[in-house]
């Protein structure tokens, strides 16, 4: 039984969750031979002044700042 743990950043819709969840377990199935059923996923949301690229909190890196606006809109 695989299971599959995913950190993201807080902000992903339902959808977004639901369509990641279903692809990830259609290539398990497809690569691991795993049953669909068998398949456990289990999303944590992070903060984005809880994570760090780089050194730099991703709420505080210039560059990731399209990525967090996008997120904060949901």
Request: proline share 3%; charged share 25%.
């Amino acid at each position: 039984m695989p299971n599959i743990t995913v950190e993201l950043l807080a902000g992903r819709s339902v959808e977004q969750r639901r369509a990641f969840a279903r692809a990830v377990t259609d290539n398990a199935v497809e690569i691991l031979g795993a049953r669909a059923q068998d398949v456990r996923m289990v999303f944590t949301e992070i903060t984005p002044d809880v994570v760090a690229n780089g050194g730099v909190l991703a709420s505080e890196d210039a560059s990731r700042a399209g990525v967090i606006a996008a997120l904060d809109k949901g």
